[in-house]
Protein backbone atom coordinates (compact mmCIF):
# COMPACT_ATOMS: atom_id res chain seq x y z
CA UNK A 1 0.00 0.00 0.00
CA UNK A 2 1.54 3.53 -1.16
CA UNK A 3 1.00 5.90 1.24
CA UNK A 4 3.96 8.73 0.52
CA UNK A 5 4.72 10.27 -3.05
CA UNK A 6 7.59 12.55 -3.28
CA UNK A 7 7.11 15.49 -5.80
CA UNK A 8 10.60 15.98 -7.02
CA UNK A 9 10.21 20.05 -8.21
CA UNK A 10 9.94 23.78 -6.75
CA UNK A 11 6.40 26.09 -6.87
CA UNK A 12 3.30 25.92 -7.98
CA UNK A 13 3.73 22.04 -9.90
CA UNK A 14 4.34 20.93 -6.24
CA UNK A 15 1.26 22.35 -4.65
CA UNK A 16 -0.91 21.45 -7.86
CA UNK A 17 0.56 17.46 -7.20
CA UNK A 18 0.12 17.98 -3.37
CA UNK A 19 -3.70 18.51 -3.42
CA UNK A 20 -4.37 15.30 -5.70
CA UNK A 21 -2.40 13.42 -3.60
CA UNK A 22 -3.92 14.31 -0.78
CA UNK A 23 -7.70 13.74 -2.86
CA UNK A 24 -5.99 9.96 -3.11
CA UNK A 25 -4.69 9.60 0.33
CA UNK A 26 -1.28 10.02 -0.37
CA UNK A 27 1.11 12.15 1.59
CA UNK A 28 2.55 14.58 -0.49
CA UNK A 29 6.48 14.70 0.37
CA UNK A 30 8.35 17.86 -0.89
CA UNK A 31 12.46 18.66 -1.48
CA UNK A 32 13.78 22.47 -1.05
CA UNK A 33 16.99 24.15 -2.27
CA UNK A 34 18.52 26.47 0.02
CA UNK A 35 17.58 29.40 -2.34
CA UNK A 36 13.67 27.92 -1.78
CA UNK A 37 13.47 27.75 2.16
CA UNK A 38 11.02 30.25 1.77
CA UNK A 39 9.20 28.95 -1.09
CA UNK A 40 5.02 28.30 -0.44
CA UNK A 41 5.57 24.39 -1.98
CA UNK A 42 7.14 23.74 1.49
CA UNK A 43 4.18 24.51 3.64
CA UNK A 44 1.75 22.24 1.25
CA UNK A 45 3.43 18.61 2.05
CA UNK A 46 3.42 16.72 4.84
CA UNK A 47 7.02 17.19 5.30
CA UNK A 48 9.76 18.16 2.52
CA UNK A 49 13.78 18.18 2.90
CA UNK A 50 16.20 20.61 2.45
CA UNK A 51 18.64 19.43 -0.68
CA UNK A 52 20.73 22.28 -0.58
CA UNK A 53 22.23 24.18 -3.56
CA UNK A 54 20.73 27.06 -5.45
CA UNK A 55 21.21 26.37 -9.45
CA UNK A 56 19.28 23.35 -10.51
CA UNK A 57 22.44 21.38 -10.83
CA UNK A 58 23.01 21.82 -6.93
CA UNK A 59 19.69 21.01 -6.23
CA UNK A 60 16.57 19.89 -8.16
CA UNK A 61 18.70 18.26 -11.11
CA UNK A 62 20.56 16.20 -8.24
CA UNK A 63 19.63 12.02 -8.90
CA UNK A 64 21.39 11.43 -5.95
CA UNK A 65 19.78 13.84 -3.49
CA UNK A 66 16.77 13.45 -4.60
CA UNK A 67 16.75 9.26 -4.43
CA UNK A 68 18.27 9.88 -0.95
CA UNK A 69 15.36 12.41 0.34
CA UNK A 70 12.84 10.04 -1.12
CA UNK A 71 14.17 7.39 1.09
CA UNK A 72 14.43 9.36 4.35
CA UNK A 73 11.09 10.98 3.61
CA UNK A 74 9.63 6.85 3.07
CA UNK A 75 8.15 7.61 0.10
CA UNK A 76 7.20 4.71 -2.32
CA UNK A 77 6.66 7.04 -5.38
CA UNK A 78 8.11 9.88 -6.95
CA UNK A 79 6.31 12.55 -9.11
CA UNK A 80 8.73 14.53 -11.08
CA UNK A 81 6.33 17.79 -12.04
CA UNK A 82 7.61 19.64 -15.26
CA UNK A 83 11.34 20.27 -16.16
CA UNK A 84 14.48 19.64 -14.14
CA UNK A 85 14.61 15.75 -13.94
CA UNK A 86 10.95 15.07 -15.75
CA UNK A 87 11.70 13.82 -18.83
CA UNK A 88 15.40 11.91 -18.10
CA UNK A 89 15.44 8.70 -18.82
CA UNK A 90 17.97 8.07 -16.61
CA UNK A 91 16.26 9.62 -13.36
CA UNK A 92 13.02 7.09 -14.45
CA UNK A 93 15.57 4.29 -14.87
CA UNK A 94 16.94 4.90 -11.07
CA UNK A 95 13.44 5.41 -9.53
CA UNK A 96 13.24 1.57 -11.02
CA UNK A 97 16.11 0.19 -9.81
CA UNK A 98 15.91 1.97 -6.10
CA UNK A 99 12.33 0.36 -6.07
CA UNK A 100 10.58 3.70 -6.48
CA UNK A 101 7.25 3.99 -8.44
CA UNK A 102 8.02 6.65 -11.33
CA UNK A 103 5.22 8.83 -12.06
CA UNK A 104 5.44 8.76 -15.92
CA UNK A 105 5.95 6.57 -18.67
CA UNK A 106 8.31 3.30 -18.68
CA UNK A 107 12.05 3.86 -19.20
CA UNK A 108 11.90 1.96 -22.61
CA UNK A 109 8.94 4.63 -23.98
CA UNK A 110 10.96 7.76 -22.36
CA UNK A 111 13.80 6.50 -24.28
CA UNK A 112 12.05 6.66 -27.63
CA UNK A 113 10.14 9.91 -26.90
CA UNK A 114 13.08 11.50 -26.06
CA UNK A 115 14.99 10.55 -28.95
CA UNK A 116 12.97 13.04 -31.20
CA UNK A 117 15.07 11.36 -34.28
CA UNK A 118 13.80 8.35 -33.65
CA UNK A 119 10.16 9.22 -32.36
CA UNK A 120 9.50 11.17 -35.50
CA UNK A 121 10.62 7.86 -37.38
CA UNK A 122 8.59 6.11 -35.75
CA UNK A 123 5.43 8.38 -35.70
CA UNK A 124 6.20 8.52 -39.37
CA UNK A 125 4.36 5.21 -39.55
CA UNK A 126 1.29 6.36 -38.55
CA UNK A 127 1.41 10.29 -38.75
CA UNK A 128 2.32 13.18 -41.35
CA UNK A 129 6.16 14.39 -40.09
CA UNK A 130 7.50 17.15 -41.86
CA UNK A 131 10.86 15.92 -44.04
CA UNK A 132 14.32 15.49 -42.32
CA UNK A 133 16.38 13.22 -40.28
CA UNK A 134 19.30 13.12 -38.06
CA UNK A 135 22.44 14.07 -39.42
CA UNK A 136 25.95 13.43 -38.38
CA UNK A 137 28.73 15.83 -40.21
CA UNK A 138 28.18 18.99 -41.88
CA UNK A 139 28.75 17.54 -45.53
CA UNK A 140 25.47 15.48 -44.78
CA UNK A 141 24.00 18.38 -43.49
CA UNK A 142 24.36 20.31 -46.20
CA UNK A 143 23.16 17.62 -48.61
CA UNK A 144 19.57 17.17 -46.65
CA UNK A 145 19.01 20.57 -46.33
CA UNK A 146 19.28 20.93 -50.62
CA UNK A 147 17.29 18.04 -51.24
CA UNK A 148 14.20 19.32 -48.66
CA UNK A 149 14.82 23.23 -49.47
CA UNK A 150 15.86 25.56 -47.24
CA UNK A 151 14.64 27.35 -44.92
CA UNK A 152 15.30 24.32 -42.53
CA UNK A 153 15.44 24.19 -38.92
CA UNK A 154 18.13 22.56 -36.76
CA UNK A 155 17.25 20.69 -33.37
CA UNK A 156 19.01 18.54 -30.89
CA UNK A 157 17.99 15.11 -30.71
CA UNK A 158 17.52 15.42 -26.63
CA UNK A 159 16.09 18.72 -26.95
CA UNK A 160 13.62 20.54 -25.05
CA UNK A 161 11.89 23.79 -24.07
CA UNK A 162 13.31 26.02 -27.50
CA UNK A 163 17.02 25.50 -26.39
CA UNK A 164 19.28 24.38 -29.17
CA UNK A 165 17.17 25.57 -32.28
CA UNK A 166 18.40 27.04 -35.29
CA UNK A 167 16.62 28.33 -38.32
CA UNK A 168 18.71 28.08 -41.53
CA UNK A 169 17.72 30.43 -44.43
CA UNK A 170 20.47 29.58 -46.93
CA UNK A 171 23.61 27.44 -46.87
CA UNK A 172 25.95 30.38 -46.09
CA UNK A 173 24.62 29.95 -42.61
CA UNK A 174 24.49 26.20 -42.20
CA UNK A 175 28.29 25.68 -40.85
CA UNK A 176 27.80 28.05 -37.92
CA UNK A 177 24.82 27.08 -36.79
CA UNK A 178 25.86 23.51 -37.40
CA UNK A 179 28.80 23.46 -34.84
CA UNK A 180 27.19 26.37 -32.50
CA UNK A 181 23.84 24.21 -32.14
CA UNK A 182 25.46 20.82 -31.56
CA UNK A 183 27.52 23.09 -28.91
CA UNK A 184 24.43 23.97 -27.45
CA UNK A 185 23.37 20.59 -27.08
CA UNK A 186 25.84 18.86 -25.54
CA UNK A 187 25.69 22.21 -23.03
CA UNK A 188 22.12 22.20 -22.13
CA UNK A 189 21.00 17.69 -23.03
CA UNK A 190 24.42 16.20 -23.09
CA UNK A 191 24.23 14.60 -26.27
CA UNK A 192 25.36 16.56 -29.78
CA UNK A 193 23.38 14.47 -31.70
CA UNK A 194 20.92 17.06 -34.01
CA UNK A 195 18.73 16.93 -36.70
CA UNK A 196 16.89 18.59 -39.61
CA UNK A 197 13.49 19.15 -40.62
CA UNK A 198 12.01 21.78 -42.72
CA UNK A 199 11.26 24.97 -41.36
CA UNK A 200 7.44 26.14 -41.42
CA UNK A 201 7.65 29.84 -41.68
CA UNK A 202 4.38 30.74 -39.37
CA UNK A 203 2.96 27.67 -38.07
CA UNK A 204 0.46 27.07 -35.00
CA UNK A 205 1.85 25.03 -32.72
CA UNK A 206 -1.27 22.59 -31.30
CA UNK A 207 -1.08 19.61 -29.20
CA UNK A 208 -3.51 16.79 -28.05
CA UNK A 209 -3.50 15.34 -24.53
CA UNK A 210 -3.63 11.85 -24.25
CA UNK A 211 -3.68 9.07 -21.40
CA UNK A 212 -2.33 5.55 -21.92
CA UNK A 213 -2.24 2.68 -19.28
CA UNK A 214 -0.64 -0.27 -19.37
CA UNK A 215 -2.99 -2.42 -21.05
CA UNK A 216 -2.47 0.16 -23.76
CA UNK A 217 -5.38 1.72 -23.58
CA UNK A 218 -4.81 4.94 -24.67
CA UNK A 219 -7.60 8.06 -24.91
CA UNK A 220 -7.51 11.77 -25.55
CA UNK A 221 -8.54 15.16 -23.77
CA UNK A 222 -8.81 17.17 -27.27
CA UNK A 223 -6.42 19.92 -28.05
CA UNK A 224 -4.41 22.91 -26.91
CA UNK A 225 -3.62 25.99 -29.04
CA UNK A 226 -0.48 27.03 -28.18
CA UNK A 227 0.80 29.01 -31.28
CA UNK A 228 1.50 32.53 -28.74
CA UNK A 229 4.80 32.18 -27.74
CA UNK A 230 8.47 34.05 -27.46
CA UNK A 231 11.51 32.34 -28.20
CA UNK A 232 9.85 29.36 -28.59
CA UNK A 233 8.09 29.55 -25.14
CA UNK A 234 4.46 29.58 -24.87
CA UNK A 235 2.46 32.36 -23.33
CA UNK A 236 -1.02 31.91 -23.95
CA UNK A 237 -2.94 28.08 -24.31
CA UNK A 238 -6.33 27.56 -25.55
CA UNK A 239 -8.61 24.72 -26.06
CA UNK A 240 -10.49 24.28 -28.42
CA UNK A 241 -8.39 25.77 -30.66
CA UNK A 242 -9.84 28.12 -33.27
CA UNK A 243 -8.28 26.97 -36.36
CA UNK A 244 -9.15 23.30 -35.60
CA UNK A 245 -12.32 22.00 -37.42
CA UNK A 246 -14.38 18.94 -36.32
CA UNK A 247 -13.01 17.07 -39.13
CA UNK A 248 -9.41 18.18 -38.60
CA UNK A 249 -10.02 17.00 -34.66
CA UNK A 250 -11.00 13.98 -35.50
CA UNK A 251 -8.28 13.30 -37.57
CA UNK A 252 -5.67 15.19 -34.94
CA UNK A 253 -6.48 12.93 -32.36
CA UNK A 254 -6.59 9.46 -33.94
CA UNK A 255 -3.11 10.51 -35.26
CA UNK A 256 -2.35 11.36 -31.87
CA UNK A 257 -3.74 7.85 -30.38
CA UNK A 258 -2.21 5.83 -32.87
CA UNK A 259 1.54 7.40 -32.50
CA UNK A 260 1.32 7.03 -28.57
CA UNK A 261 0.48 3.56 -29.06
CA UNK A 262 2.93 2.77 -31.81
CA UNK A 263 5.53 3.85 -29.15
CA UNK A 264 4.06 1.94 -26.30
CA UNK A 265 3.98 5.09 -24.21
CA UNK A 266 1.75 4.75 -20.80
CA UNK A 267 0.70 7.80 -18.27
CA UNK A 268 0.03 11.09 -19.39
CA UNK A 269 1.67 12.48 -22.59
CA UNK A 270 1.22 15.40 -25.12
CA UNK A 271 1.72 14.39 -28.94
CA UNK A 272 2.59 18.03 -30.82
CA UNK A 273 2.04 18.78 -34.02
CA UNK A 274 2.90 21.95 -36.18
CA UNK A 275 -0.43 22.73 -38.18
CA UNK A 276 -0.69 25.32 -41.11
CA UNK A 277 -3.11 25.28 -44.12
CA UNK A 278 -4.86 22.46 -42.96
CA UNK A 279 -2.47 20.11 -42.39
CA UNK A 280 -0.65 19.09 -38.96
CA UNK A 281 3.24 17.67 -38.81
CA UNK A 282 4.07 15.32 -36.07
CA UNK A 283 6.30 17.03 -34.00
CA UNK A 284 7.23 15.11 -30.65
CA UNK A 285 5.86 13.36 -27.57
CA UNK A 286 5.76 15.08 -24.11
CA UNK A 287 6.49 12.91 -21.62
CA UNK A 288 5.75 14.89 -18.69
CA UNK A 289 2.47 16.81 -17.35
CA UNK A 290 2.47 20.11 -18.93
CA UNK A 291 2.63 23.47 -17.61
CA UNK A 292 -0.60 24.08 -19.88
CA UNK A 293 -2.28 21.00 -18.83
CA UNK A 294 -5.08 23.08 -16.31
CA UNK A 295 -7.20 24.44 -19.58
CA UNK A 296 -8.12 20.42 -20.31
CA UNK A 297 -8.85 19.64 -16.69
CA UNK A 298 -11.12 22.39 -16.95
CA UNK A 299 -13.05 22.05 -19.79
CA UNK A 300 -13.18 17.87 -19.31
CA UNK A 301 -13.41 17.97 -15.37
CA UNK A 302 -11.17 15.33 -15.50
CA UNK A 303 -8.16 15.68 -12.94
CA UNK A 304 -5.21 14.98 -15.33
CA UNK A 305 -2.87 14.48 -12.26
CA UNK A 306 -5.27 11.94 -10.67
CA UNK A 307 -5.36 9.94 -13.82
CA UNK A 308 -1.30 9.95 -13.58
CA UNK A 309 -1.33 8.80 -10.07
CA UNK A 310 -4.19 5.97 -10.80
CA UNK A 311 -1.51 4.66 -14.18
CA UNK A 312 1.23 4.64 -11.70
CA UNK A 313 -0.38 3.05 -9.41
CA UNK A 314 -1.27 0.02 -12.14
CA UNK A 315 -4.98 1.00 -11.33
CA UNK A 316 -5.86 1.67 -14.98
CA UNK A 317 -8.06 4.17 -16.96
CA UNK A 318 -11.17 4.19 -15.79
CA UNK A 319 -12.40 6.59 -18.14
CA UNK A 320 -13.40 5.73 -21.73
CA UNK A 321 -12.97 7.46 -24.72
CA UNK A 322 -16.82 8.30 -25.26
CA UNK A 323 -17.14 9.32 -21.48
CA UNK A 324 -14.82 12.44 -22.38
CA UNK A 325 -16.82 15.18 -22.98
CA UNK A 326 -15.58 18.55 -23.21
CA UNK A 327 -17.27 21.90 -22.44
CA UNK A 328 -16.89 25.02 -23.17
CA UNK A 329 -13.65 27.18 -23.45
CA UNK A 330 -11.00 27.86 -21.78
CA UNK A 331 -7.48 29.89 -22.24
CA UNK A 332 -4.30 30.26 -19.68
CA UNK A 333 -2.05 33.31 -19.86
CA UNK A 334 1.10 32.39 -18.27
CA UNK A 335 2.20 35.21 -15.75
CA UNK A 336 5.90 35.18 -15.42
CA UNK A 337 8.30 37.30 -13.74
CA UNK A 338 9.46 39.49 -16.61
CA UNK A 339 9.74 42.85 -18.39
CA UNK A 340 6.39 42.86 -20.43
CA UNK A 341 7.94 44.14 -23.33
CA UNK A 342 11.76 42.78 -23.52
CA UNK A 343 10.43 39.38 -21.84
CA UNK A 344 14.06 40.24 -19.96
CA UNK A 345 13.50 37.81 -16.43
CA UNK A 346 13.52 39.81 -13.04
CA UNK A 347 13.34 37.90 -9.89
CA UNK A 348 12.95 40.14 -6.68
CA UNK A 349 10.64 40.73 -3.98
CA UNK A 350 7.16 40.55 -4.11
CA UNK A 351 5.65 43.44 -2.32
CA UNK A 352 1.90 42.53 -2.99
CA UNK A 353 0.48 39.74 -4.32
CA UNK A 354 -3.55 40.21 -4.78
CA UNK A 355 -4.76 37.49 -7.39
CA UNK A 356 -8.43 38.58 -8.47
CA UNK A 357 -11.22 37.81 -6.33
CA UNK A 358 -13.44 35.73 -8.17
CA UNK A 359 -14.40 31.86 -7.46
CA UNK A 360 -14.94 31.82 -11.35
CA UNK A 361 -11.48 31.44 -12.46
CA UNK A 362 -8.26 29.74 -11.40
CA UNK A 363 -5.05 30.52 -10.22
CA UNK A 364 -2.04 27.90 -9.68
CA UNK A 365 0.26 29.59 -8.19
CA UNK A 366 3.05 29.43 -5.34
CA UNK A 367 3.70 33.04 -4.87
CA UNK A 368 2.72 35.16 -1.55
CA UNK A 369 2.98 38.80 -0.82
CA UNK A 370 6.51 39.24 0.87
CA UNK A 371 8.23 36.35 -1.43
CA UNK A 372 11.30 37.03 -2.86
CA UNK A 373 11.59 35.18 -6.33
CA UNK A 374 15.26 33.78 -6.22
CA UNK A 375 17.33 34.04 -9.82
CA UNK A 376 18.36 30.41 -10.11
CA UNK A 377 15.12 29.29 -11.88
CA UNK A 378 12.36 29.61 -14.43
CA UNK A 379 10.51 33.11 -14.38
CA UNK A 380 6.81 31.65 -14.34
CA UNK A 381 5.13 32.88 -11.18
CA UNK A 382 1.18 32.43 -12.01
CA UNK A 383 -0.96 30.84 -14.10
CA UNK A 384 -4.38 32.45 -14.92
CA UNK A 385 -6.59 29.92 -16.34
CA UNK A 386 -10.28 31.05 -17.42
CA UNK A 387 -13.13 28.57 -18.09
CA UNK A 388 -16.55 29.81 -19.53
CA UNK A 389 -19.18 28.71 -21.99
CA UNK A 390 -17.62 30.16 -25.33
CA UNK A 391 -14.76 31.69 -26.22
CA UNK A 392 -15.58 35.33 -26.26
CA UNK A 393 -17.20 34.97 -22.70
CA UNK A 394 -13.66 33.41 -21.55
CA UNK A 395 -11.37 36.08 -23.69
CA UNK A 396 -13.71 38.71 -21.67
CA UNK A 397 -13.70 37.10 -18.21
CA UNK A 398 -9.20 36.66 -18.76
CA UNK A 399 -8.89 40.36 -19.35
CA UNK A 400 -10.88 41.62 -16.56
CA UNK A 401 -8.91 39.31 -14.62
CA UNK A 402 -5.61 40.36 -15.72
CA UNK A 403 -6.79 44.24 -14.93
CA UNK A 404 -7.77 42.96 -11.21
CA UNK A 405 -4.70 40.86 -10.68
CA UNK A 406 -2.02 43.14 -8.40
CA UNK A 407 1.52 42.22 -8.68
CA UNK A 408 4.13 44.59 -7.18
CA UNK A 409 7.58 44.75 -6.81
CA UNK A 410 8.42 43.33 -9.81
CA UNK A 411 6.85 43.86 -13.09
CA UNK A 412 4.83 40.86 -14.63
CA UNK A 413 3.80 39.63 -18.31
CA UNK A 414 0.35 40.76 -17.37
CA UNK A 415 0.65 43.73 -19.61
CA UNK A 416 2.06 41.68 -22.38
CA UNK A 417 -1.38 38.98 -21.47
CA UNK A 418 -3.47 42.22 -22.05
CA UNK A 419 -2.22 43.47 -25.59
CA UNK A 420 -2.69 40.39 -26.89
CA UNK A 421 -6.21 39.96 -25.55
CA UNK A 422 -6.85 42.91 -27.28
CA UNK A 423 -5.60 42.18 -30.73
CA UNK A 424 -7.38 41.52 -33.37
CA UNK A 425 -5.55 38.73 -34.51
CA UNK A 426 -6.07 37.00 -31.28
CA UNK A 427 -9.94 38.02 -31.09
CA UNK A 428 -10.33 36.35 -34.59
CA UNK A 429 -8.07 33.39 -33.61
CA UNK A 430 -6.62 33.91 -36.21
CA UNK A 431 -2.71 34.11 -35.16
CA UNK A 432 0.61 31.65 -35.09
CA UNK A 433 3.87 31.19 -33.98
CA UNK A 434 4.82 34.75 -35.08
CA UNK A 435 1.86 36.74 -33.18
CA UNK A 436 4.24 38.68 -30.65
CA UNK A 437 6.09 39.98 -33.07
CA UNK A 438 3.86 42.20 -34.60
CA UNK A 439 2.16 42.93 -31.40
CA UNK A 440 1.12 46.53 -30.23
CA UNK A 441 1.23 47.14 -26.53
CA UNK A 442 -2.16 48.15 -25.20
CA UNK A 443 -2.02 51.18 -22.86
CA UNK A 444 -2.88 54.25 -24.59
CA UNK A 445 -6.49 54.57 -22.97
CA UNK A 446 -5.11 55.34 -19.65
CA UNK A 447 -2.36 57.78 -20.86
CA UNK A 448 -3.23 60.79 -18.82
CA UNK A 449 -3.44 58.90 -15.83
CA UNK A 450 0.05 57.65 -16.43
CA UNK A 451 1.28 61.06 -17.13
CA UNK A 452 -0.61 62.21 -13.91
CA UNK A 453 1.28 59.35 -11.68
CA UNK A 454 4.40 60.00 -13.10
CA UNK A 455 4.02 63.82 -12.22
CA UNK A 456 2.77 62.99 -8.86
CA UNK A 457 5.98 60.42 -7.86
CA UNK A 458 7.69 63.18 -5.78
CA UNK A 459 4.48 63.38 -3.88
CA UNK A 460 4.00 59.84 -3.45
CA UNK A 461 7.87 59.44 -1.97
CA UNK A 462 6.79 61.65 0.78
CA UNK A 463 3.89 59.69 1.49
CA UNK A 464 5.64 56.30 1.58
CA UNK A 465 8.46 57.95 4.13
CA UNK A 466 5.46 59.24 5.95
CA UNK A 467 3.62 55.26 6.58
CA UNK A 468 7.14 54.08 6.42
CA UNK A 469 7.54 55.91 9.91
CA UNK A 470 4.14 54.68 10.99
CA UNK A 471 4.87 51.13 10.39
CA UNK A 472 8.53 50.05 9.55
CA UNK A 473 7.27 47.11 7.96
CA UNK A 474 5.24 48.41 5.00
CA UNK A 475 7.51 47.49 2.37
CA UNK A 476 8.01 44.03 3.56
CA UNK A 477 5.25 42.69 5.67
CA UNK A 478 3.62 40.16 3.96
CA UNK A 479 0.52 42.34 3.57
CA UNK A 480 -1.94 39.72 2.19
CA UNK A 481 -1.89 37.21 5.34
CA UNK A 482 -5.28 36.24 4.21
CA UNK A 483 -4.58 34.56 1.21
CA UNK A 484 -1.29 33.23 2.78
CA UNK A 485 -4.07 31.45 5.72
CA UNK A 486 -6.63 30.31 3.31
CA UNK A 487 -3.97 29.34 0.18
CA UNK A 488 -5.63 25.70 0.26
CA UNK A 489 -9.25 26.86 0.25
CA UNK A 490 -8.36 29.73 -2.49
CA UNK A 491 -6.83 26.77 -4.45
CA UNK A 492 -9.65 24.52 -4.66
CA UNK A 493 -11.90 26.80 -4.90
CA UNK A 494 -11.44 27.29 -8.13
CA UNK A 495 -12.54 23.21 -8.69
CA UNK A 496 -15.78 23.92 -9.98
CA UNK A 497 -16.63 20.37 -10.43
CA UNK B 1 4.85 70.35 -17.36
CA UNK B 2 4.81 68.49 -20.36
CA UNK B 3 4.94 64.50 -19.97
CA UNK B 4 5.64 62.18 -22.94
CA UNK B 5 3.41 58.37 -22.37
CA UNK B 6 3.94 55.40 -25.18
CA UNK B 7 4.68 58.80 -27.28
CA UNK B 8 1.68 60.96 -26.82
CA UNK B 9 1.90 64.46 -25.33
CA UNK B 10 0.38 65.43 -21.82
CA UNK B 11 0.73 68.74 -20.91
CA UNK B 12 0.26 68.28 -16.45
CA UNK B 13 -0.42 70.76 -14.36
CA UNK B 14 -0.38 70.21 -10.67
CA UNK B 15 -3.15 72.02 -8.18
CA UNK B 16 -3.40 70.53 -5.01
CA UNK B 17 -6.08 67.69 -5.04
CA UNK B 18 -6.51 68.35 -8.84
CA UNK B 19 -4.30 67.93 -11.96
CA UNK B 20 -5.04 69.92 -14.92
CA UNK B 21 -4.41 67.61 -18.05
CA UNK B 22 -4.21 68.83 -21.37
CA UNK B 23 -6.37 71.37 -20.52
CA UNK B 24 -8.77 69.57 -18.36
CA UNK B 25 -9.09 69.39 -14.65
CA UNK B 26 -9.68 66.15 -12.32
CA UNK B 27 -9.59 65.85 -9.11
CA UNK B 28 -6.88 63.26 -7.84
CA UNK B 29 -6.15 61.16 -4.64
CA UNK B 30 -2.93 59.53 -4.02
CA UNK B 31 -3.02 56.72 -1.50
CA UNK B 32 0.64 55.01 -1.42
CA UNK B 33 0.36 53.49 -4.82
CA UNK B 34 -3.06 53.90 -5.55
CA UNK B 35 -4.64 56.64 -7.61
CA UNK B 36 -8.19 57.77 -7.16
CA UNK B 37 -9.71 59.40 -9.55
CA UNK B 38 -12.86 62.07 -9.38
CA UNK B 39 -15.29 59.52 -10.70
CA UNK B 40 -14.03 56.78 -8.44
CA UNK B 41 -11.90 54.53 -10.88
CA UNK B 42 -8.54 53.91 -8.74
CA UNK B 43 -5.45 53.14 -10.37
CA UNK B 44 -2.33 51.25 -9.12
CA UNK B 45 1.30 51.46 -9.89
CA UNK B 46 1.69 48.15 -9.68
CA UNK B 47 5.71 48.54 -10.86
CA UNK B 48 8.02 51.74 -11.55
CA UNK B 49 11.37 51.66 -12.58
CA UNK B 50 12.82 55.38 -13.44
CA UNK B 51 14.60 56.04 -15.91
CA UNK B 52 14.84 57.59 -19.74
CA UNK B 53 12.27 56.55 -19.93
CA UNK B 54 10.77 55.70 -16.66
CA UNK B 55 8.86 52.67 -16.96
CA UNK B 56 5.41 51.91 -15.14
CA UNK B 57 2.88 49.37 -14.95
CA UNK B 58 -0.85 50.97 -14.01
CA UNK B 59 -3.79 48.53 -13.15
CA UNK B 60 -1.52 45.68 -15.49
CA UNK B 61 -1.19 48.46 -18.51
CA UNK B 62 2.55 49.14 -19.57
CA UNK B 63 4.01 52.88 -20.21
CA UNK B 64 7.23 54.43 -21.05
CA UNK B 65 6.91 57.57 -19.45
CA UNK B 66 9.49 60.36 -20.75
CA UNK B 67 9.62 64.43 -18.72
CA UNK B 68 9.93 66.06 -21.91
CA UNK B 69 13.34 68.12 -20.68
CA UNK B 70 16.04 68.54 -22.31
CA UNK B 71 18.22 65.24 -22.07
CA UNK B 72 21.93 66.38 -21.05
CA UNK B 73 22.35 63.42 -18.53
CA UNK B 74 23.25 60.99 -21.15
CA UNK B 75 24.07 57.70 -19.36
CA UNK B 76 27.86 57.33 -18.07
CA UNK B 77 26.90 54.11 -16.52
CA UNK B 78 25.94 50.78 -17.07
CA UNK B 79 24.13 49.32 -14.70
CA UNK B 80 22.86 45.62 -14.15
CA UNK B 81 19.04 45.25 -15.00
CA UNK B 82 18.43 42.50 -13.10
CA UNK B 83 20.27 39.95 -10.16
CA UNK B 84 22.36 37.58 -11.92
CA UNK B 85 25.94 36.11 -12.38
CA UNK B 86 28.19 37.55 -14.91
CA UNK B 87 28.63 34.72 -17.61
CA UNK B 88 30.79 36.95 -20.16
CA UNK B 89 32.55 40.62 -20.64
CA UNK B 90 32.72 41.18 -23.82
CA UNK B 91 34.86 45.00 -23.60
CA UNK B 92 37.47 45.84 -21.89
CA UNK B 93 38.75 49.37 -20.27
CA UNK B 94 39.74 51.84 -23.29
CA UNK B 95 37.82 50.09 -25.69
CA UNK B 96 35.79 52.05 -28.27
CA UNK B 97 32.44 50.93 -28.64
CA UNK B 98 29.06 51.87 -30.85
CA UNK B 99 25.97 52.16 -29.54
CA UNK B 100 24.27 48.55 -29.30
CA UNK B 101 28.02 46.82 -29.05
CA UNK B 102 27.56 43.84 -26.69
CA UNK B 103 29.29 44.56 -23.63
CA UNK B 104 28.21 42.31 -20.70
CA UNK B 105 26.48 38.77 -20.86
CA UNK B 106 24.22 38.34 -17.11
CA UNK B 107 22.43 35.24 -16.94
CA UNK B 108 19.42 35.02 -14.78
CA UNK B 109 16.40 33.10 -14.79
CA UNK B 110 18.14 30.23 -17.06
CA UNK B 111 18.18 33.33 -19.29
CA UNK B 112 21.41 34.70 -20.86
CA UNK B 113 20.96 38.21 -21.60
CA UNK B 114 23.22 40.43 -23.65
CA UNK B 115 23.69 43.77 -22.31
CA UNK B 116 24.63 46.24 -24.95
CA UNK B 117 26.25 49.48 -25.05
CA UNK B 118 23.71 52.28 -24.42
CA UNK B 119 25.58 54.96 -26.42
CA UNK B 120 28.69 55.34 -28.85
CA UNK B 121 31.84 55.69 -26.57
CA UNK B 122 35.26 54.56 -24.81
CA UNK B 123 35.16 52.66 -21.54
CA UNK B 124 36.51 54.10 -18.76
CA UNK B 125 36.31 51.35 -16.34
CA UNK B 126 34.89 47.44 -15.76
CA UNK B 127 33.23 46.87 -12.50
CA UNK B 128 33.27 43.30 -13.12
CA UNK B 129 34.94 40.22 -13.61
CA UNK B 130 33.19 37.17 -15.42
CA UNK B 131 31.62 34.88 -12.63
CA UNK B 132 30.71 37.34 -10.34
CA UNK B 133 27.26 38.14 -8.87
CA UNK B 134 25.89 41.22 -9.30
CA UNK B 135 22.49 42.36 -8.02
CA UNK B 136 19.84 44.49 -9.90
CA UNK B 137 21.10 48.59 -10.04
CA UNK B 138 24.83 47.84 -9.42
CA UNK B 139 27.27 49.91 -11.49
CA UNK B 140 28.77 46.82 -14.62
CA UNK B 141 30.62 49.73 -16.53
CA UNK B 142 31.23 53.59 -16.89
CA UNK B 143 32.18 55.19 -20.01
CA UNK B 144 34.28 58.50 -20.50
Known sequence: ?497 | MKVGVNGNEYDVELLGNKARINGKEIALKLDQDELTTSDNKKFHLDFLQEGEPSFMIINGMAYDVLRSVSADTATKEVKAPISGQIIDVSVSAGMKVNRGAPLVVLEAMKMENQIRSPLKGRVREIKVIKGQSVKSGDVLLIFE
Request: hydrophobic content about 35%.
Open chain 1, 1 to 497: MVKRILIANRGEIVLRVARTSRKLGLEPCGVYSEADKESLHIKHCEEALNIGGHLPSESYLRMDKIIDAAKKLGCEMIHPGYGFLAENLEFSELCKREGFIFVGPSPSAMKLSGDKAKAREVASRIAPVLKGKEISTESNALDLAEEIGYPVILKAVKGGGGRGLRVIESADDLGEAFSSSKNEAVLSFGSDRVYIEKYLENPRHIEVQILGDDDSKVIHLGERDCSIQRRHQKLIEETPSPAVTSDIRAKMTEKAIGVTKEMAYTNAGTVEFLFMGGNFYFMELNSRIQVEHPITEEVTGIDIVEQQLRIALSRGLTIKQEEVKFRGHAIECRINAEHPISFAPYPGMVTKFVPPKDDRVRVDTALYSGYTIPPFYDSLIAKLICHEEDRNKAIERMRTSLLSFRISGIPSTIPFHLSALNDQRFLRGDYDTTFVNGLKPFASREGQIAAALFSLLPKRIQILEREKDKDPWLMSRYDDIQFRDNRSGYLSSSWKR
